[in-house]
């Protein structure tokens, strides 16, 4: 029950999405589609976004889970200390101690034994009766064998005293591997719990923005960009609000659309789609790459009416298999009073992607009865460069699942792209408890 995990999920099906939908453009190009044709079951209960009480309850589990994990640690490592262990290990090894010791007194009984004996034995004389000297013999002959036989205790009693001891030992060993697996898992543990105070934080904040309208984003593009290539792409960021914006944010990205084969499950990783975006303006004139670094595009303030136009760069990989992808922008703002918003709609621009090599099939020239020029960006009081509308573009809100009726030319990459808007939305509310103090940026 993440924010981040939750909206990752959100943003890889809306990108997946559009596989079904090419694959039945032309009887979706003016209709509306059916409830059973564009809604899937739910899969499981950790699709639905979590509630303030599920966040809450998440944090309390996660706290719980660290002080029993303490609790336990603790109690180990005072075991370690106190030497304490299986009672019946501890018990075995005393009297294997003991019984060492008491062979160990009884081979030196044997061997004094031996030793008196064998005295006896050389002090038989020549008028020694054969009778003592048997007698002599037998009893050396007999402590030599209580010797042996000693010995052969004492080695037994020292092998009982070893196998203790290692018992005990492995004993030992086995709690401090536990203290060191338990100092693991309260590490794991410490993330789980900031994770999850995280999230009801980022919930938390999110509660107190609005989704509104007071930021609009047109984005366009080439048509078609080549694997490998650089493709620039143009996009206008406009205050439609009544008042300036004291901060404002652009989260943009790239993906291609999967491909009719390609396998997908929960475990995919979505990244080998993604299209690494870079972009610049005339505030910043070097290309910047949009990471985990650097988020988002900071337009900053932007006065009421106005507009900022950026530049954005997509490079698809060299080994990129031929298909369609599409870029998106999301925007969200913060002013000084504490006010913020997240933009109730994204931008979206589709393309055709040819592989390394491959040459676009050329379009046939319009008749100039029938051109009509696309439009341009709406134009503001300020901002920096203007841009140029080029190929396809969109700004339109993805309603319901279904996009306005649109020309047969149209229909693939629209329909590949009504789920676009999910995926800005994603992005955008995963940044936005994130977002800077708007005082410091003014």
């Known amino acids: 029950m993440k924010i981040r995990r939750i909206l990752a999920t959100a943003v890889a099906a809306a990108v997946t999405t559009p596989v079904v939908f090419l694959s039945a453009a032309p009887a979706f190009a003016d209709t509306k589609p059916s409830p059973s044709a564009t809604q899937k079951p739910a899969q499981n209960e950790d699709d639905k976004p979590p509630t303030h009480q599920e966040l809450v309850e998440a944090v309390a589990k996660a706290q719980a889970k660290l002080d029993a994990l303490e609790t336990e640690r603790k109690q180990v490592l005072k075991d370690l200390k106190d030497d304490t262990m299986d009672p019946a290990l501890k018990a075995e090894f005393l009297a294997a101690k003991e019984a060492v010791k008491v062979a160990e007194e009884a081979r030196k009984t044997a061997d004094q034994k031996v030793v008196t004996a064998q005295a006896a034995f050389d002090k038989l004389t020549e008028t020694s009766t054969e009778e003592e000297r048997k007698l002599a013999e037998k009893d050396l002959a007999d402590a030599k064998k209580a010797a042996e036989d000693a010995v ?36 794991l543990a410490e993330e789980e719990l900031a994770q999850a105070e995280q999230d009801l934080e980022d919930f938390e904040e999110l509660s107190e923005c609005v989704e509104d309208d007071a930021v609009r984003i047109d984005l366009s593009g080439p048509e078609t960009i080549t694997a490998g290539q650089p493709a620039v792409f143009s996009m206008r960021v406009t205050n439609t609000s009544d008042r300036a914006l004291d901060l404002v944010d652009v989260y943009a990205n790239a993906s291609r659309l999967i491909l009719p084969g390609e396998d997908i499950d929960e475990d995919t990783d979505f990244t080998k789609w993604s299209i690494p975006v870079e972009w610049s303006s005339a505030d910043v004139l070097e290309w910047t790459q949009v990471s985990d670094e650097f988020e988002s595009i900071e337009v900053g303030k932007l006065a009421k009416g106005a507009h900022y136009d950026v530049k954005l760069r997509l490079t698809a ?47 046939p020239t319009p008749s100039p009865s029938t051109s009509t020029p696309a439009p341009a960006p709406s134009t503001g009081n300020t901002g920096n460069t203007n841009t140029t509308q080029q190929g396809g573009s969109s700004s339109t809100p993805v309603n319901n699942g279904t996009l306005a009726a649109t020309g047969a030319n149209d229909v693939l990459p629209q329909l590949g792209l009504a789920a676009a808007g999910a995926v800005a939305l994603g992005a955008g509310a995963v940044f936005v408890a994130r977002r800077r103090k708007a005082g410091t940026q003014a």
């Open 152 to 187: 052969t205790a004492k080695t037994a009693a020292d092998l009982r005293l070893e196998k203790a001891q290692t018992a005990c030992d492995d004993a030992r060993v086995a709690l401090a591997r536990k203290a060191e697996l338990l100092r693991r898992d309260i590490v």
């Open 317 to 363: 990989a060299a080994d990129s298999p031929a298909g369609q992808g599409m870029a998106f922008a999301y925007a969200e703002y913060e002013n000084n009073d504490g006010t913020c918003g997240m933009a109730l709609d994204g931008a979206h621009a589709g393309f055709d992607i040819l592989a390394k090599g491959d040459k676009p099939k050329p379009t």
